[in-house]
């Protein structure tokens, strides 16, 4: 008998207080066959209640009693066995990011539980057509039209699918068993995969051929792929072609065996995406996001594992799939807010993208007309190795922009959701059938307040970001606590138009319907959005011409190329500008800027008009000049100034409980610790409300956690996860608590 093996297994449950290794002997049959990452089955406490976990280490030597151990009960069947890389991983954003082990390995696993496969069925041929002739010819033509068709069918093709013997020929199943007993024909099975790419329309066969700046990237990119690996930042202004550039460095990364993940950041985005990388990269690109079936995720996983894709192409999930040798990662639109995860463990892709380059030593690329403060930084820092691209693909020029001043609308008579200027140029683009996209940014519905009179809009004194209303009537500060009643009337110009703006898509549909009676138009949100194909077949409504206006959130503006649309109108661009955190600012530069890349990508020039009450407000004039330098160094010095990322680091801890004392009671006892642990190393914030204070009935408390070095933040989460295991007082309602560094909004 060979030596004992034993198991460090995590438990598959959400729990802090299992959130360890249990130790569990391996049993003869399993000792040449278990490896690290595996799935078990396994007996766990008292009642020996057999439990799922996963093997995270295997020694010769366990730290307990042998004789005490517990053994395995086996491999779980059902289960996809996890990469070591894979398990790495999770362990990294687990100490990273907080949370369980367990919630860690949940997300590396984009597909866990096997999924039977398709079976495609089919009618084969097993004698002459001039037996099926004989054997026809014998029967009533009355009495067995159905075995005659079928018959005839078999004879003019040798295999016919069995879907179209029942359906089209009207065959039942009975006829085709008694087929088969007779030996005339027989079943085929084959086992498929469910491919979502297939059946599409590949409307991009045209390789294009790259510009000089575009060919410079490229170069650019592979010699770093083949040196120091540094991270590259493609600032690229709106249709200067950067998805090409990806393309042509995929494919020399492909030429050499690797393989390619290409993170994009809307679900939207997907079909235009996929079809420019089908034209290059045919049956070997895929897709995953979470419109799939669970059949299709698991099919597409194997695929991939199986080496039977070199390419896939996805929201932050896809970074998970489990390629054998990954050789570059891009990240489409880096700056888009999706890419940082809402559920533990809270993880950025960006950063899990660079530590899984470093772990497959691949290279990373991101790419945006308007990169991230965080990304721009660690460029300008040397981190990042930043490069331009200045020029628009072809001979496509940028938009003319109009910034529609809404206070001098008001006084003017005009209370409708359109300026005067937008409303003409609808009318043109009518006339000349050319194409409109109207989108509303909905951001900051909770209730920032403006003034319609003059634009001001109720800030807190002390931080610099909108008050949020709440029901009660009080404006609140959710980063410092300030509190203090709506007044009735504008502080600034004494106005009575103060309130908040909650315009929503379909309220824009109704009046632009109203206004022009005689346009399609199209609705893209998430209402119109919810079945699997929603996006795509709105989009390629739009792109074949079936409508005339596409009214919509920001889906609607965040790379898609229509070169029809030749107008593009921003409707309350102050919505996110408003927003109650630090970010608002940069948002709304990106939304807006993003948005007038829109317009004019094709051969006819395109137009923007930006409808704001704060028209001098340096992100709209940026905004509207295309010029994301002007932003940048504007935006910079205000974070400088007021400490925030990306010039200092924050941890977000968020507790939640049925209890609002026993909430704040577990953020206040952390808060109290981390003051007393850290000292001046850190500054600490709260514990407050949350902006939304209560969903559900559970109780929603946040303490912000400030500092240089992210080493410190990573020792204040390890505190406070230590107490949640500590002082478990009776009579308390359990709290929750969520770990977020660097947060993209607040709680």
Known sequence: MSKDRYAQIIIDIS????????????????????????????????????????????????????????????????????????????????????????????????????????????????????TLSEEAGKLNPVRYAARIRLMKAVSEAEEIPVDIVTGKLNVSKAVITTAVKQGLISIRENAEYRNPVAGKNAAYERRAELNDEQSAAVDAILNEAEGERKAILIEGITGSGKTEVYIEAIAKTVEKGRQAIVLIPEIALTFQTLMRFYARFKDRVSVLHSKLSEGERYDQFLRAKNGELDVIIGPRSALFIPFKDPGMIVIDEEHELSYKSQNMPKYHAREVAEELCRMCGAQLVMGSATPSMEASYRAECGRYIKIKLNKRYGEARLPEVTVADMREELKNGNRSFFSRALSEKITERLLKGEQTMLF???????????????????????????????????????????????????????????????????????????????????????????????????????????????????????????????????????????????????????????????????????????????????????????????FYEREKAFRELSDYPPYTHMMALQYYSADSESAFDKAGKAAAAIREELKESVEVLGPFKAVIAKIRDIYRVVVYIRSKDEENLSRAKDLAEKLQDENRESGKKEVTLQTDLDPVNSL
């Open 15 to 130: 729990h802090e207080r299992l959130d360890r290794p249990f130790e569990y002997r391996i049993p003869e049959e399993l000792k040449d066959t278990l490896t690290e990452g595996m799935e078990v089955l396994i007996p766990f406490g008292k009642a020996n209640k057999e439990r799922h976990g996963y093997v995270v280490g295997i020694t010769d030597e366990p730290s307990y009693d042998r004789d005490k151990l517990k053994e395995i009960n086996g491999i779980a069947k059902s289960a996809v066995s996890i990469e070591n890389r894979m398990l790495a991983l999770a362990v990294w954003m687990k100490k990273k990011y907080g949370g369980t082990l367990v919630n860690a390995m949940r997300t590396v696993l984009p597909v866990k539980d096997k999924v039977k496969p398709k079976v495609y069925r089919s009618v084969v041929r097993n004698v002459s057509t001039e």
């Open 440 to 630: 509303i940014n909905r951001r900051g519905k909770a209730g920032f307040v403006s003034c319609r009179s003059c634009g001001h809009v109720m800030k807190c004194p002390h931080c610099d970001v909108s008050l949020t209303e709440h029901g009660s009537g009080q404006l609140v500060c959710h980063y410092c606590g300030y509190t203090m009643n709506k007044p009735p009337l504008c502080p600034e110009c004494g106005s009575k138009y103060l309130a908040g703006f909650r315009a929503g898509t379909e309220k824009i549909e109704e009046e632009i319907q109203k206004a022009y009676p005689g346009a399609r138009v199209l609705r893209m949100d998430g209402d119109t959005t919810k079945t699997k194909e929603g996006h795509e077949k709105i989009l390629q409504a739009f792109a074949a011409g079936e409508a005339d206006i596409l009214v919509g959130t920001q889906m609607i503006v965040k790379g898609h190329d229509f070169p029809n649309v030749t107008l593009v109108g921003a409707i309350a661009a102050d919505m996110s500008l408003n927003g109650a955190d630090y970010h608002a600012t940069e948002r709304t530069f990106s939304l807006l800027a993003q948005a007038a890349g829109r317009a004019g990508r094709g051969d006819k020039p395109g137009e923007v008009v930006i409808q704001t009450y704060n028209p001098d407000h340096y992100s709209i004039q940026a905004a509207a000049a295309q010029d994301y330098e002007a």
